[in-house]
């Protein structure tokens, strides 16, 4: 992206609030072109754009200060010069950046970083791809206080300097004392409590472009993923037990059964409910064609098709197939308003499933 950012805008542009708001749409588009990307990312893009075209003109004006010292100063600036800026360009940048009101300029932001104690390690890195690595090993270490405290950490273990080795001593005697739900609060976590408040627009130790309110939206919508997945799990361990209770009772059902019930009701015989029946000769093999009867016992038949499974760890519709059933690939129905014996939530009846397969009662399907 830098590349692109850097053939794009011109350097000559003071600061990124005077590049025209052309040239910005056109780098938009060109990023919608190329990435599959959601308008709402818009101006997070570009604030990304900004960061990279100003640490660009940065390091050209660095390199610039220290080749007009040396003695052969006019060659060196002229090798300087980047293949996209053109000769016209080049001398008015480097003639800006040259000047008194610059040099005036760089001097006092140099004053204003010297008065930074604390300064991080993460170089170009930065806070967000520091923390967004310390996630992808351990999901629960990206607060604000693990990533503060690894950004002023240097690689031997040790603290960037002594300032900074008595806050961390003193953000872990906060943190220890901090509730779970403090160290996701950006008003009650260890680093506003050690800090202060946050100036207006900026969140300490989040990285570029981070500002409260979408951190607070993003803490939002978190408690609200886990709170939807914790009811969903409920939800779904209820929808095992209930489950398996229902399969007890249907084989305590099965093991009970009188065969001469069966007859009186009209129930069609199948392998499993009579293993000495002769009414259906051979178990069923996936393809043969059967016909479906109504499963409230009126003997009608409802639909018909062909078997698609009969073992009992066959998935229909992500649900094991179970005991008692057969999978049944429905092509013809007779009866469509009959509800399913297990409706999912795209098929309620028989109309839904023509085309697809169900779950069909062994004892209520008849071969061919």
């Known amino acids: 992206m830098g590349v692109f950012v850097r053939e794009t805008v011109s350097i000559l542009p003071d600061c990124w609030t005077t590049v025209d708001s052309e040239t910005k ?3 938009w588009t060109t990023v919608k072109q190329k990435f599959i990307i959601d308008d709402h990312k818009k101006e997070n893009i ?6 990279l075209w100003t640490d660009y003109k ?5 390199s610039i200060r220290e080749a007009f010292q ?16 053109t000769d016209e360009e080049w001398k008015k940048f480097v003639a800006h950046r040259l000047s008194k009101d610059w040099k005036e300029r760089s001097e006092k932001f140099q004053q204003l970083r010297a008065t930074q104690t604390e300064p991080h390690t993460t170089s170009r890195k930065g806070m967000a791809q520091t923390r967004d690595e310390m996630i992808k090993n351990y999901p629960s270490s990206g607060t604000r206080v693990n990533v503060w405290l690894k950004s002023r950490t240097r690689k031997n273990g040790q603290p960037i300097n002594a ?26 976590d260890g680093i506003a409590k050690l800090k202060g408040d946050e100036r ?9 472009g981070v500002t409260p309110s979408k951190v607070a939206a993003q803490v939002q919508g978190n408690r609200k993923v886990k709170k939807l997945e914790n009811d969903l799990k409920e939800l779904s361990d209820r929808f095992t037990e209930f489950q398996n209770f229902f399969m007890s009772r249907r084989r305590f059902s099965k093991d009970h059964v009188n065969i001469d019930d069966n007859l009186d009701n009209n129930l069609a015989p199948t392998p499993q409910s009579f293993e000495d029946s002769t009414a259906i000769p051979n178990t069923p093999t996936n393809g043969d064609t059967c016909k479906l009867l109504n499963w409230l016992g009126t003997g009608e038949v409802v639909a018909k098709g062909m078997i698609a499974a009969t073992n009992l760890e066959a998935l229909v519709h992500h649900v ?3 005991p008692d059933y057969y999978k049944v690939w429905v092509d013809e129905v007779n009866k469509p308003s009959l509800s399913l014996v297990r409706p999912t ?11 697809s397969t169900i779950a069909w009662p062994i004892k209520y399907i008849t071969l061919d």
């Open 320 to 322: 094991q197939l179970g």
């Open 163 to 188: 300032a900074a080795a008595e806050s961390m001593k003193n953000l872990e005697e906060i943190s220890a004392m901090s509730t779970e739900e403090d160290e996701t609060s950006l008003k009650n």
């Open 345 to 355: 939530q795209e098929f309620f009846n028989l109309g839904d499933a023509k085309g």
């Open 46 to 51: 570009l604030a990304r754009m900004r960061k």
């Open 70 to 85: 040396m003695p052969d100063a006019i060659r060196k600036l002229k090798l300087l010069k980047p293949k996209d800026v």
């Open 200 to 208: 207006p627009g900026c969140v300490k130790g989040m990285g570029f």
């Open 25 to 27: 749409e056109v780098l």
């Open 58 to 62: 940065s390091r050209l004006s660095i």
